[in-house]
């Protein structure tokens, strides 16, 4: 069973810094993919940052691209994303996914029905 527990959330003024820590436990096989995403009440659920390690390929939404970096250390078994120069509009719950499928994993376009999903921390940036 995988479990994910996310870290790091709070508030912040505009221009500042979080860093999301994303801490994962159970058996992942040698193929899978993980990810942030966030959403707001009332709003569709966005990807913010994927990652496949099998096949090299990260993706990051057009909104955060140059402003957020997702980074993975294997031995801690962690995913983290480092979100600088924060905009009001990135306040929004998010949430750390994993999945091991093909159909998710390696698919055409961004996928965000990932099976595992932790709890979610709260992003608040203030103007």
């Known amino acids: 069973q995988v479990r994910l527990v996310e870290s790091g959330g709070g508030s912040v003024k505009a221009g500042g810094s979080l860093r999301l820590s994303c801490a994962a436990f159970?058996?992942?096989?040698?193929?899978?993919?993980m990810g942030w995403f966030r959403q707001n009440p009332g709003k569709e659920r966005e990807a913010v940052a994927l990652?496949?390690?099998?096949?090299?390929?990260?993706y990051y939404a057009d909104s955060v691209k140059g402003r957020f970096t997702m980074s993975q250390d294997n031995a801690e078994n962690t995913l983290s994303l480092q979100m600088d120069s924060l905009k009001p509009e990135d306040t929004a719950m998010y949430y750390c996914?994993?999945?091991?499928?093909?159909?998710?994993?390696?698919?055409?376009?961004?996928?965000?029905?990932?099976?595992?999903w932790g709890q979610g921390t709260q992003v608040t940036v203030s103007s």
């Open positions: 159970g058996y992942f096989g040698s193929t899978y993919c």
């Open positions: 990652i496949n390690p099998g096949t090299s390929t990260t």
């Open positions: 996914a994993a999945d091991f499928r093909a159909s998710i994993c390696v698919a055409r376009g961004v996928r965000s029905d990932y099976l595992y």
